[in-house]
């Protein structure tokens, strides 16, 4: 098998991937991630760590993951352009490369006006389709944008995001085919609530016959409390978190185990799905509930390849 990152090799042995998040922290503290990165190294097979998520100021993304390469975690570095114009996100490319981070996932990033500078200005000099094109550029071509020579290897593995849910719905696989034409190698999708709707997109994922060119992680968030999911339902664009799940959770004896059971019925139900590659776990301030869902869903040991 060729060499490349921990999750291109099991993804391409054709194994089924677990990947989770790090949130970084507000602040230069390096203890927060490395105590993350070694609870959940065992229990996945790499971990993304998030580049100001909700536009909100932390530590960088590329830093995260070096701490997380530290205690043999495979870093996923998620790469925003709302902050970046092509000469810098082509630079944090090669740093990263030259920190032997190989996996990159590009994302739009959330706008500014939710996080705690509105009025910072977005750059958006390129847009996440034109991004994994620039890596697979730099990847394949071993050329810059503006065409001049990249001198060296260029190991990466190129990731993106996806929503099954949005609307329109006829259009979200069309969106997924310009990124497989971009260069994309695997897809992070929403999370996943609504498993029949998600069923409905992965069968024309199929039948576009991307499914054979790119690997799909399903995102999976557990939920640990009514609240969460109302609010999520209401007020989050493009989750669908149907309304007999609401009601499971609201009238829920222990809250947080009724999660996990919702968790873990959602992952059995998209293993089943052929042409779904891994999970995605999501679980932002719940981390320890990640070693719950891997082992309880029968995906331990992870494979060593």
Sequence with gaps: MKAGT????????NRFAVTAEVGPPKG???????KKGEKLRDFTDALNVTDNQTAIVRMCSLAGCTLLKRVGVDPVLQMVVRDRNRIALQSDILGAVALGIGNILCLSGDYQSFGNHPTAKGVYDLDSVQLIYTLKTMRDEHKFLCGEAISGEMGIFIG???NPFADPFEYRVMRLARKVR???DFIQTQAVFDVAKFKRWM???KEYGLSEQV?????IIPVKSAGMARYMRDYVSGVAVPDEMVTRLEQAADVKEEGLKI???IVEQIMDIPEVHGIHIMAVGWEEIVPMIVEQSGLLPRPEL
Excluded: R
């Design 160 to 162: 993106a995001v996806e």
């Design 203 to 205: 069968n024309s994922v």
């Design 28 to 34: 230069a503290g390096t203890a927060g991630v490395l």
């Design 182 to 184: 971009a260069g994309v």
């Design 6 to 13: 921990n999750l291109e090799k099991v993804l391409e042995a």
């Design 215 to 219: 690997h799909v992680l399903a995102g």
């Design 263 to 265: 968790a873990l019925e």
